[in-house]
């Protein structure tokens, strides 16, 4: 029989839990967002650059928002395939993710239109004459590709919202790309990689939560895991590849060490190694482990994996905020 000040206690505990495991990544993201690029920069006598901090924050968010959207699209279709599949879904985060790239989107016009400050953009910025400048023209795009989707999930058409999400990494793509030499080339290559790492991250995150929803059913929990896996390892490849001919085409070799965006694109490296080698590990306990949820089972490695990816797209935004170094040709 359970004591009644042993029940307050465990319901504190788990409060304690929940609130640890909210704030702890909260802080960490208000660090690295706003001290990121300033702590990358540091001694590499580059120029800062005006509101680095917010805007690693506002392209944080809408790479979030763009990689939950679309690995939600992308794994409800595996669901699907799932024979005898539960039909038990996760909440979906449609109009949620939609939402917050739309705000993430239109914050940087506004960033954009007070040179750096979004206080400055707000007041007494010019946002029409932004619109007419190629980030601010970009930017629009991109908040038209989430306002599109997030149209396309109100309408009850979700099968539809992949297709205005392609103005969004098409938008990244070119803006990612400015210079003169081969921009059509440097494009396509980061809208390979960006699909690929939204769909990876995007779509792990919706298969964890709804295994966690099919733990009664272990048999369809780990045949969706099986199925995630197969496509994950080429868009790791696809992520691998596209990421290295992009470094070596942007990147000279001396400039690694010595720039701020060398030394971010280091810790991303480090971060995707850390990233494969947690999904080596949830793979091999699938073959090995009948029950996902057992300690010896996929689950908690995939849910470290999770994490992991959620910190490279941070520090992904923390390079988008950096100055480029100049290209080896």
């Known amino acids: 029989m359970m004591l009644p000040g042993s029940s307050v206690t465990d319901t504190r505990r788990r409060r304690a839990r929940l609130i640890a495991a ?29 509101g680095a901090g917010v805007t690693t924050m506002l392209r944080a968010v809408l790479l979030a928002a763009f990689s939950l959207q679309l690995g939600e699209a992308a794994a409800n279709r595996l669901t699907r395939t799932i024979p005898d599949a539960p039909e038990l879904a ?21 960033v954009l239109a007070g040179d750096g400050s979004l206080a400055a953009g707000l007041t ?52 990612a790309h400015p ?31 709804t295994m966690r929803l099919w733990r009664g059913r272990p048999d369809a929990a780990r045949a969706l895991l099986r199925r995630y896996a197969r496509p994950a390892a080429a868009l790791f490849a696809a992520l691998a590849v596209t990421g290295t001919f992009s470094t070596l085409r942007r990147l000279p070799l001396d400039a690694v060490l010595t720039t701020a965006y060398g030394r971010a694109l280091l810790a991303k490296l480090a971060l995707v190694a850390v990233v494969g080698a947690l999904a080596l590990a949830a793979r091999f306990r699938l073959h090995r482990s009948s029950d996902p949820d ?36």
């Open 179 to 209: 210079e003169a030499n081969t921009p059509l080339l440097g494009s396509l290559l980061t809208l390979i990689h960006l699909s690929a790492a939204a769909l990876w991250a995007g779509g792990l995150v919706h298969v964890l939560r």
């Open 22 to 50: 909210v704030a702890a990544p909260a802080a960490a993201f208000l660090v690295v967002s706003l001290l990121g690029a300033t702590a990358a920069l540091s001694g590499t006598n580059e120029l800062t650059v005006p």
């Open 294 to 329: 057992s300690p010896a089972g996929p689950v908690r490695p995939a849910r470290a994996e999770a994490v992991a990816l959620g910190a490279v797209i941070l520090v992904s935004a923390v390079i988008t905020a950096l100055p480029v170094p100049a290209a080896s040709g």
């Open 90 to 110: 996760p909440r979906s985060w449609g109009l949620t993710a939609p939402v917050a790239g739309f705000a993430a989107a239109a914050g940087q016009i506004v």
């Open 124 to 175: 007494s910025g010019d946002l029409v004459g932004t619109y007419a400048t190629r980030p601010g023209g970009l930017a629009l795009l991109e908040a038209n590709g989430f306002l599109f989707a997030g149209a396309c999930i109100a309408l009850r058409r979700p099968g539809l919202a992949p297709a205005p999400l392609s103005l969004v990494a098409v938008g990244e793509a070119l803006r």
